[in-house]
């Protein structure tokens, strides 16, 4: 079965300290994957997508993420955190249909 | 600007009431989604819709229902059968896929059961 795992639940991070958010997929074909962004009692933005070609993307906030075929990873980054980073992250893998599969989540703490 | 309404933002709702959350796109999308937020469980999908007039059952569709009437409303009836119906509800679209499926979201409805 298509599945994606985000490993860490809640991460804590200063600010101006680097972030890197874990995702673990497991599907049969070449996957497309999404990085999605969720401020609280908000619905999901978009952060970055990728689908073919250059295994590190750019997405919007500053955000980078690596595709790794030999992991079964697509882990996001960010080199310095900014308070209004803290929110819900979620990664989610295209099952080659109209559907999407999202990991549980992780929500990022941001300390001053 | 394009983009994805529901209403209301916060529901509430006494214990064996249906209820019905609005779902509106302007982005001229064929495929329209309701999801359900719990969590820790990240995203469940309950209802999707690929065309007007046609919808398919998603991974939690019991207790729900929905229709697609027109290609820019997607409402999402949540009925006295849902046993724990209290959760954030999610809408999203997207265009007809090409090659990846990238689904916009709206701002969601909050329900609670009293």
């Known amino acids: 079965a298509q599945s994606v795992t985000q490993p860490d639940i809640h991460i804590t991070v200063s600010e101006g300290a680097s972030l890197e958010l874990r995702c673990n997929y497991s599907?049969?074909?070449?996957?497309?994957l999404f990085w999605y962004v969720q401020s609280p009692g908000q619905g999901l933005q978009l952060l970055l997508k990728?689908?073919?070609?250059?295994?590190l993307v750019q997405g919007i906030k500053g955000f980078e993420a690596e595709f790794k075929r030999s992991q079964s990873s697509f882990n996001l980054r960010k080199p310095s955190v900014h308070w209004s980073d803290a929110a819900e992250y979620f990664c989610?893998?295209?099952?080659?249909?109209?559907?999407?599969?999202f990991g549980a989540g992780t929500t990022v703490t941001v300390r001053a | 600007d394009g983009g994805i309404t529901q209403s209301p933002k916060y529901l509430f709702r006494k214990e064996g009431q249906n209820v019905t959350l609005s779902c509106e796109q302007n982005?001229?999308?064929?495929?329209m989604y309701w999801y359900r937020q719990d969590p820790g469980q990240g995203l469940r999908l309950i209802y999707y819709?690929?065309?007007?007039?046609?919808?398919q059952k998603g991974d939690i569709a019991e207790g729900y229902s929905v229709s697609r009437e027109k290609k820019e409303s997607f409402p999402l009836t949540v009925t006295s059968a849902q046993k724990n119906p209290t959760a954030f509800y999610l809408c999203?679209?997207?265009?007809?896929?090409?090659?990846?499926?990238?689904?916009?979201f709206g701002p969601g409805t909050r329900l609670t059961v009293l």
């Open positions: 999203a679209s997207s265009t007809k896929r090409t090659v990846y499926n990238e689904q916009f």
């Open positions: 982005l001229n999308h064929d495929a």
């Open positions: 989610a893998v295209d099952l080659n249909d109209y559907k999407l599969s």
């Open positions: 599907y049969g074909a070449t996957p497309y």
């Open positions: 990728y689908f073919s070609g250059d295994t």
């Open positions: 819709s690929q065309i007007v007039n046609d919808f």
